[in-house]
């Protein structure tokens, strides 16, 4: 629940901002100048401000649509993301946001106008197919309840048949696309790891049976699925773990409503993981078979190798090639 609430002035008026102030009476409402004054003050504790995060409404004023990073292509020689928030509900250990920002209370930029007129901008320039990715900097949908963010977004992409845009998440809000009528250039991509992992690494966020029952009801009502297993984690039960998980989410899914399958190995930035390492120094997971390469830190090369390649096998047992989508350390 959140109980504070930060407020830029410039925004204080903003329909967004008055309908989300109005939502929430009772809690403890601040007003500042600029968001950063709060998220961005040092000798911050992420861990503990992780246990009861704010919430800051503020203005975005640049970089509102940027090229997305090479590993999240599925298809499209164009490719950006967006991102109305920064921070996440949930406390994935893996999670890259917790080495990059200093806070860890949730921002949520109420300006979306500015968001679509650059999306639109972006759709106008090209002739080519276009994807847009949400969920780069956030959880896209774990704060549905409070950012209404799809019933803004939805009908800006619904009208533009020449883009893609993929909803990344790991949450079960589901009611808004459940009363949505669905359409062809939308796909709603959940990310998995196997229960156990889950269980130990990604704390809050929704079990994997919950995960598969939200996928199940949405195909049910015509939507397309994205299935990401991204970041793979090693353990030394990995190929059991995984061939489980495949089967669990791959049979269970309408194959005519997956759109894609993608893959992708466990890396962070050297900054990043030295400061998980340091917020989280009995954390099995930074002290696994990891190695330095080019400034990002990844498993040793021939472990990351092996589980690859051994799930790429036990996916393609499931799924046409040309859905599959995976990282480019498979050999």
């Avoid at 019933?151 to 079960?172: G, V």
Wanted: net charge neutral.
């Amino acid at each position: 629940m959140i109980k504070t609430i930060y407020i830029e002035k410039q925004i204080a008026n903003h329909p967004r901002t008055r309908e989300i102030l109005a939502r929430f009476p009772d809690t403890t409402q601040i007003y500042c100048d600029r968001y950063g004054e709060i998220f961005n003050r040092k000798a911050q504790s992420f861990r503990l401000q992780k246990k009861q995060p704010a919430l800051i409404l503020a203005k975005k004023h640049k970089g509102f649509v940027l090229p997305a990073p090479e590993a999240y292509g599925i298809g499209a020689k164009e490719n950006y993301y967006f991102s109305h928030m920064m921070n996440c509900l949930y406390d994935c250990r893996y999670c890259f946001l917790q080495g990059m920002y200093r806070s860890a209370h949730y921002v949520l930029f109420v300006n979306y106008e500015d968001f679509a007129n650059e999306i639109e901008n972006k759709i106008q320039k090209t002739d080519e197919e276009i994807h847009f990715f949400s969920g780069y900097d956030c959880d896209s949908l774990a704060l549905e309840p409070v950012t209404n963010f799809l019933e803004y977004f939805l009908p800006i992409f619904r009208k533009h048949h020449k883009t893609l845009l993929e909803i990344r998440t790991k949450s079960t809000q589901i009611r808004t696309l459940l009363n949505t009528e669905p359409f062809e250039n939308c796909v709603l991509a959940w990310s998995f790891t196997p229960d156990e992992i889950a269980a130990a690494l990604e704390h809050k966020t929704p079990s994997v049976e919950r995960r598969i029952e939200a996928i199940a009801k949405l195909q049910e009502k015509g939507w397309h699925i994205g299935l990401r297993f991204d970041p793979l984690i090693y353990s030394s039960e990995y190929q059991s773990q995984y061939r489980k998980l495949f089967a669990d989410t791959l049979q269970r899914c309408n194959p005519e409503l997956l759109h894609s399958v993608t893959l992708g190995s466990f890396r962070l930035p050297k900054g990043y993981f030295k400061s998980l390492q340091k917020m989280y120094p009995d954390e099995r997971l930074f002290s696994s078979p990891l190695e330095e390469t080019n400034g990002m830190f990844g498993y040793k090369a021939q472990i990351q190798s092996e589980m690859l390649n051994f799930c790429r096998k036990e996916i393609l047992n499931y799924i046409p090639e040309k859905i599959f989508f995976p990282c480019h350390d498979i050999l």
